[in-house]
């Protein structure tokens, strides 16, 4: 049974051999103690993208219990009615100095969408908010961990899965050799000072690697830096006029980051090295993420036929609107960890396609 932790010392995650206490990282050497509850572990580091080869502190945090694939809810999770699944995660970092406004409104939303253009069952939909007041549905590093597990949890052929998120993002120097620019993206829990970043490599290999032979996922990520948030081999370059072109990510170590024979596509709010707005200036009523209006507004607006027309609607959405207006904001994760504030900034946003296969984008139906 596979049992995993976080090192105490660089946070990756780690495979716990069935019945051993201690174990010790490959990437950075630190031995973890599991059966030490009280022991103080070493103090992680955040690697920015700012000054590369300066550590930050991150507040030290207790050790992750072990887990296994087979997720232990209390209560129980959702009971998936047909083939279709959801996870559904939208952090506000409300009271921090890391507030966004709109991340709560994606989530609405989405489950709205998924419910009442796609058919998902409400049962099969697992939100993680700050309004569900079930403590094992709120947006910690630990329960986004075990939603996710729950989500690909006796995948089948036929399966349709959805994984939407709508939070911050950042970048971690990356230690394996699996990233060509040289860092890995994450997404960033609720306590995420605490229990440090989920790391693409961890969501790859817990929602990409193992589907199976015909099922498909779906990630929508409204977040900074989230462009290859799912650490999938290929991304479709698009320009403004909507030609486009592959390119291939796959890692240059040889590491295998495709599925097990599923399908799997993210949409993602920016590239790797932008920032994703959080803004009134789309609904002109209230906050919402731009890329996740975007999306939305494209399936309701009947420019979702393909993968192609639907990325080429999005980019356009974003294109055409001054995402600064009506007190619109970008929040860089990485500016407020360094300098303690919010930044204003002129914005280079575009929505990225990432897949387990490069495909004609222009004749393959989009379908969730």
């Not at 419910?115 to 910690?140: C, H, V, W, Y």
């Not at 909507?242 to 599923?262: A, I, M």
Request: aromatic share 8%.
């Amino acid at each position: 049974m596979q049992m995993l932790i976080d090192c105490s010392n660089c946070r990756r995650t780690l495979n716990l051999p069935p019945g051993a206490t201690t174990i010790r990282c490959a990437i950075c050497h630190a031995i973890t103690h599991v059966a030490e509850p009280r022991s103080i572990p070493a103090p992680h580091f955040y690697y920015n993208n700012i000054n590369h080869s300066t550590p930050q502190h991150l507040p030290p945090s207790s050790h992750c219990a072990p887990y296994s694939g087979s997720v232990p809810w209390a209560p129980a999770p959702p009971n998936p009615q047909g083939r279709k699944k959801a996870v559904i995660c939208g952090i506000s970092y409300k009271g921090s100095q890391f507030e966004l406004k709109g991340c709560l409104n994606d989530a609405k939303c989405m489950k709205y969408l998924l419910m009442n253009r796609f058919g998902f069952p409400e049962q099969s939909i697992l939100m993680l908010t700050e309004e569900e007041a079930d403590p094992s549905k709120r947006q910690t590093k630990k329960n986004i961990r075990m939603a996710l597990h729950w989500l690909v949890l006796d995948c089948q052929a036929g399966d349709s899965l959805v994984f939407h998120y709508s939070g911050h993002g950042s970048q971690q120097q990356d230690e394996n050799g699996d990233e060509v620019d040289g860092f890995d993206e994450t997404i960033l829990p609720m306590d995420f000072e605490e229990e440090g970043m989920i790391l693409d490599d961890e969501i790859n290999d817990t929602i990409v690697r193992p589907l199976p032979r015909g099922a498909k996922l779906h990630a929508i990520v409204d977040a900074c830096h989230s462009g290859t948030v799912l650490d999938l081999p290929y991304l479709c370059r698009m320009t403004a006029s909507g030609q486009y072109k592959w390119e291939d990510h796959r890692p240059k170590n040889g590491q295998n980051k495709g599925t097990s024979g599923g399908e799997v596509f993210c949409f993602s709010g920016c590239d790797d090295n932008q920032t994703s707005a959080d803004t009134v200036a789309l609904s002109k009523v209230t906050s919402t993420g731009a890329m996740t209006f975007s999306f939305i507004q494209a399936v309701e607006e009947g420019q979702a036929s393909t993968y192609g027309i639907l990325l080429n609607s999005m980019k356009a959405t974003i294109r055409h609107t001054n995402l600064l207006d009506g007190a619109g904001r970008v929040t860089s994760i990485l500016a407020l960890l360094l300098n303690g504030r919010t930044v204003l900034q002129g914005l280079k946003q575009e929505p990225q396609l990432t897949a387990s296969e490069p495909f004609d984008v222009y004749t393959k139906p989009f379908s969730l």
